[in-house]
């Protein structure tokens, strides 16, 4: 049973930085390709950023460019997402995820099989 646990999560105000956290357990992580999605009130999941297996190929929501990263650490389980000079738009549930297929849409929720119960970040005015 793959498992996934987010951390990091809090409220900063208005150009601050968070780091987040995802530890996978349960599978090979070192396999999985990850995600990150983000869920305001009200509004639909999406998108914010994943990164491959190895770590060489990236990909962000043009809100997100610039300002976030996404990185990972396979000999820890773990997968990052640093974000810089937040937003009040920014203000959303996080989550992390992972496709247990080797070939998938990186910004597409419907092609990820595994989630974290998700973590709130809140960027105050």
């Known amino acids: 049973q793959v498992q996934l646990v987010e951390s990091g999560g809090g409220l900063v105000q208005t150009g601050g930085s968070l780091r987040l956290s995802c530890v996978v357990s349960?599978?090979?992580?070192?396999?999985?390709?990850m995600g990150w999605f983000r869920q305001a009130p009200g509004k639909e999941r999406k998108f914010v950023a994943a990164i491959t297996w190895g770590g060489g190929n990236t990909y962000y929501a043009d809100s997100v460019k610039g300002r976030f990263t996404i990185s990972r650490d396979n000999a820890k389980n773990t997968v990052h997402l640093q974000m810089n000079s937040l937003k009040p738009e920014d203000t959303a549930v996080y989550s992390c995820a992972a496709p247990s297929r080797t070939y998938w849409l990186p910004d597409s929720a419907s092609g990820y099989d595994y989630w974290g119960q998700g973590t709130q970040v809140t960027v105050s005015s």
């Open positions: 349960g599978g090979t992580f070192s396999a999985y390709n």
